[in-house]
Nanobody, 125 residues
Framework: QLQLVESGGGSVQSGGSLRLSCAASGWTFPAYAVGWFRQAPGSEREGVSCISRSGGSTRYADSVKGRFTISRDNAKNTVYLQMNSLKPEDPAVYFC??????????????????WGQGTQVTVSS
């Protein structure tokens, strides 16, 4: 099972940008789709974006389409989430998670088996 570590969170002003990274350990990384999820206080964990094993297919929540971009570098065992035009509704703890041998099918937290510890994103107005 992969071990995932997120980084890149922080505090920005509304309209600003952050790039999150999800670094994975293990040589089987290309066999996993990777999703980004977020959870705000008092809310359920929700899917933000997901990228297929090859990187050729991506998915986005409607709330982030056109603002966030997911990408991966299998040579570096890393997935990125570029977040632009951040809004006051984007603050949350952002998690990355891996799905073995599927390509973001059933894009819900219960279908992802390896999780990072999360990174905090704060947006000030």
């Amino acid at each position: 099972q992969l071990q995932l570590v997120e980084s890149g969170g922080g505090s920005v002003q509304s309209g600003g940008s952050l790039r999150l990274s999800c670094a994975a350990s293990g040589w089987t990384f290309p066999a996993y789709a990777v999703g980004w999820f977020r959870q705000a206080p008092g809310s359920e964990r929700e899917g933000v974006s997901c990228i297929s094993r090859s990187g050729g297919s991506t998915r986005y929540a409607d709330s982030v389409k056109g603002r966030f971009t997911i990408s991966r570098d299998n040579a570096k065992n890393t997935v990125y989430l570029q977040m632009n035009s951040l809004k006051p509704e984007d603050p949350a703890v952002y998690f990355c998670a891996a799905q073995w041998n599927h390509d973001c099918s059933g894009w819900t937290p219960s279908n992802f088996g390896s999780w990072g510890q999360g990174t905090q994103v704060t947006v000030s107005s």
